[in-house]
Nanobody, 131 residues
Framework: QVQLVESGGGLVQAGGSLRLSCEGS????????MGWFRQPPGKEREFVAA????????YYADSVKGRFTISRDNAKNAVHLQMNSLKPEDTAVYYC????????????????????????WGQGTQVTVSS
């Protein structure tokens, strides 16, 4: 398993930016897909973004396309989510996820967007966007 720790959350005004980071320990990220999910207050957890093991494929929820960017640094066991043009509806607890059962293999949209595909999860970090 991979132990994941998120950081970078906080309070920001609408239109601002935040950069979330996720650092792993226990196992290297190398070869594993990585993803970000979020849970808005009073709602179900939802898919945000995912990236394949070699960064060759990325997926984004329609609600964040053009505003959020996922990236990874395998040498540092880190994955990031750059969030720009933030909106109040982006307010949520954001979770880092690892290992969708696709090590060294292709990552499909169906697998990436399915919560139960992912084996390891971080503790979450709060993002609050004020209007």
């Amino acid at each position: 398993q991979v132990q994941l720790v998120e950081s970078g959350g906080g309070l920001v005004q609408a239109g601002g930016s935040l950069r979330l980071s996720c650092e792993g320990s226990g196992r290297t990220f190398f070869g594993y897909a990585m993803g970000w999910f979020r849970q808005p207050p009073g709602k179900e957890r939802e898919f945000v973004a995912a990236i394949s093991w070699n960064s060759g494929r990325t997926y984004y929820a329609d609600s964040v396309k053009g505003r959020f960017t996922i990236s990874r640094d395998n040498a540092k066991n880190a994955v990031h989510l750059q969030m720009n043009s933030l909106k109040p509806e982006d307010t949520a607890v954001y979770y880092c996820a690892a290992d969708a059962g696709t090590r060294y293999t292709d990552l499909s949209l169906q697998v990436a967007t399915t919560t139960r595909s992912w084996r390891s999860w971080g503790q979450g970090t709060q993002v609050t966007v004020s209007s």
